[in-house]
């Protein structure tokens, strides 16, 4: 078996026929245990990078492979399901759903997978949340909206982590995190990280938490991007 | 399972705009329900009332007037017509049966209905059902009287219970008539001598109760479910014992009941005939023997064809209300659309969030029609229940003033096929969002809008 988990190759993505935005990307990979961070102002398309990497959206051409399997040409049930499956993803903020626990929205993040679901135990929400300094018994049945900031981000990588995913994409995840948080919230998510074989992907608009990371790149160094 | 506790529980975020939804759906669906069983009702109560009758002899007039007054003591009585006109209906050849009916007296806002022994033996309800009695029997002595089930349960009178009869129709109008405030107790010239009351006919004078006749009750019968419930009963003799020394509204002589009892106790005038032929083809026939009697202008109804006339004018109506019902639940369908479509925009950053975790945005879609059978199930459920409510607590008052009987409550094939429909339309109406989140989940992807 490879041990990429995400590759790309020649890829040619292309929005509508008015506005013209068009982004390439010659070469990208991401292996096994890789941890990379994207920086780059924002409107140069890390948020399109990663939908395409998520098979939210569709290249035009080229080819992209998660873990061997090519999804530029699969259907979009089969990218969800593989979204699904192999992706843990966390979001600049708003990560939660409001209403539910922290233990519902921790077990969402396995809901719409049966190979999560598989590899997950139940004693994995506690695990997670102890490496990622939440008290599980404090915590565990507060409302998300109960929670602070950094709390809930913490929460979210939680819900990323469960079910052990072999991609982890992070789309500045400390972003609404003043900057001794930033720092905690990143040692914790590559502690959280460690044991397993996890790639990670991270976006972020500046690369001052670049020390933990193997490879730093410029989103310019990755894509060509046209907007004009 | 997951799943389904989170979809509950982002209902109950959006509580307020759920409870509007389920609230405006469930009285809509509710008053079709109610729409519906009250037409029922009255189409089966005014068809159960009639059986076994082929003519109704009265004094010429509406054929209408002389069924609703005579079968379903509604509005005000007609003219009466002769006693030797009844012996003369009787002496047809074509005749099977026939039962005399006075009308015209009331007690305690019942109608009083004057006949023979014969009117609990022929008359039959619902189809050929048999008058039964729930104890004692019919009444053998002029001051007997029988209570239908009604008037003895609503007043609580059993057997040998003293009762006074009113002269005049006093508080019918108030508590069984569809015209309470034209009615008056229009003597319905009982006594020939003296039928101009016109000068009465607006002053709605109570009725006069006739305080010196006690009436007994002899028998109470078993309930029908039709206007039958609804009567008093007293012997031809009786009405007449009632009105001796009187002329119309005014007492003229007081009289003791033994001065009564000696007199001739024969009625001079009845209100109504019930006829039964030998045979009843030979319906039409007896019609035109009827029209062509000669002492007096007297008509035949056929109480089946009135009623169907009746019905095919009624229909309309009926129907105007049904779609009208209908209406509401479409507005109501459609107030749901509405609400839901407002709320897809604040709920982009769940559905992102779902995405994110591998929901496709069919499972999206989905998740939206689960929630509209849900919120209209529960409606469907609330509006059944409503309706319930409604009917246990409106059935006496729809007894009482219509004379519309709601049958023991059961649950009909009807109901759950208009459920089901009702959540179909539900689903059908969920597509508009539906195809719009199915748009918006496409277009953000993992980006989250809030």
Redesign the interface.
Known sequence: MTNNLISIKNLEYKVGQNINFSLNIKEFKLKKSDSILIYGESGLGK?TF??LL?G??SPQKGNIDILGENISNTS??IK??I???H?G?I??????????SVK?NI???????SIKQSKSNNDEIKELMNKLSLNYEDLINRKAYELSIGQQQRVAVA?ALIGKPEIILA?EPTSALDKSNQKEFINLLFKSLDDNEQGLIMVSHDHKLSNKFKTVKNITEICEINND | M??F??LF??L??RWLSCLLIILTLSFSISLFFTVSRIQESVRSSFQNTVSGVDSVVAARGGNLQILLNSVFLIGEPNSTIRWSTYKDITDNNKMNWAVPISLGDSHKGYRVIGTTNNYFKEIKYSSGKNIEFLSGNSFNDVFDVVLGSAVANKLKYNLGTEIIITHGLSNVGEVHTFHSDKENHDDHAKHEEHDDHSEHADEGHEGHDHENLGFKVTGILKPTGTPIDNAVYLSLAGIEAMHSGWIGNQKVVDLSIEQILQSELKPKTISAIFVSLKNRTQVFQFQRDVLNYKKEAISSVMPGITLSRLWALTGNVDKAFKIITFFIIIIALLGMIAMTIAGLNGRR??M????????????IVSLLLVESIIISLISCVIGYILMIVIFSIGKDYLQNNYGIFINSFSIKNYDLQMIISIICAALIATIVPAIQIYKNT?RD????K?
């Open positions: 948020s990663l939908n998520s939210t959206i979009s049930s969800d399901r979204r699904g499956d992706f993803i979001f600049q903020t708003f990560n939660l759903l409001p209403y539910a519902n077990l969402l993040g396995k809901a719409y997978s819900r789309d | 997951i799943k506790t989170l529980q982002s109950l975020n950053r769940e992102a969030i779902l995405r994110s975790v591998g929901a496709s945005p069919t499972n496409l992807g993992l980006n989250v809030s």
